[in-house]
C-alpha cells in the first residue's frame, strides 16, 4: 500500500484555492513541465510513508486511526511560495496564514506514532503547505515571477478537527487517493497567552 497522512480540504477551500491556482497558471504558464494539482487532489500532506508491506501496513493503519492529543483547530490557507528555498523551483505551493504552529504540532505527533511502529518519517523541517503545481523544467529566474504572484492575505480557512490516512494509487490519468483511517483531534484547547 502506498500511503500518506493528511489534513483534507472541505469544497469551499477547494475552490478558492484552485480560483488562487488559475491566477498562478496565467502568471507562469501551463507548459509541458509543470503539472498542476487537480483540486479534488489536494490536501496537506502530513507524512509521506510510501510503500508499506501488508504485515506493517496494519500496524499504521492502527496508529493512524487513535485520537491524537491536541485540540481542533482552524487553518488559513494564503501566500504563494516554491520550494526548494533556493535555485531553480520544483514545487510551487500555497502556505498557511493562520494555523501553522498547530499542524506542526499535529504532525510531530504522527510522525512520532509512525517512528513507533518503524516508518521513517522525514526528517527534515516540517513547513505546511499545499502543492498547486510540480515543475520539472525550471530556471531560477522563475522564482521572481512566482514570487510576484503572491497577493498575501488568506485564501481559504479549514475547520481541522482530524487527520486522514490515504492510500494512493498511480495510474497514466493521475493518482487516486482513498481514505483508510481517520484520527480525531480530542485535545482540549490551550489556553492563548496575552
Not at 485564501?155 to 490519468?173: G, I, K, M, N, Q
Amino acid at each position: 500500500m502506498r500511503l500518506f497522512v493528511a489534513i483534507e480540504l472541505d469544497d469551499r477551500a477547494r475552490a478558492a484555492i484552485a480560483e488562487r491556482q488559475q491566477h498562478v497558471q496565467q502568471a507562469v504558464g501551463v507548459g509541458r513541465d509543470r503539472t498542476w494539482i487537480s483540486p479534488e487532489r489536494m490536501h496537506l500532506t502530513l507524512a509521506f510513508l510510501g510503500d508499506v508491506k501488508k504485515p506493517h501496513s496494519s500496524e499504521v493503519i492502527r496508529v493512524t486511526a487513535s485520537p491524537l492529543d491536541a485540540a481542533p483547530f482552524t487553518l488559513g490557507l494564503g501566500g504563494v511560495g516554491a520550494f526548494p528555498p533556493r535555485g531553480a523551483p520544483r514545487v510551487i505551493w500555497i502556505g498557511t496564514t493562520t494555523g501553522s504552529a498547530e499542524a506542526i504540532a499535529v504532525q510531530r505527533i504522527v510522525a512520532e506514532r509512525l517512528r513507533g511502529v518503524g516508518v521513517a518519517v522525514e526528517s527534515r523541517r516540517f513547513h505546511p503547505h499545499i502543492t498547486l503545481a510540480r515543475w520539472r523544467g525550471a530556471r531560477p529566474a522563475d522564482r521572481t515571477r512566482i514570487g510576484a504572484i503572491d497577493e498575501g492575505g488568506e485564501v481559504a480557512r479549514v475547520h481541522v478537527d482530524h487527520v486522514t490516512l490515504f492510500e494512493s494509487r498511480l495510474s497514466p490519468r493521475g493518482p487516486t487517493y482513498t481514505a483508510v483511517s481517520r484520527a480525531t483531534l480530542s485535545g482540549l484547547p490551550r489556553p492563548t497567552v496575552q
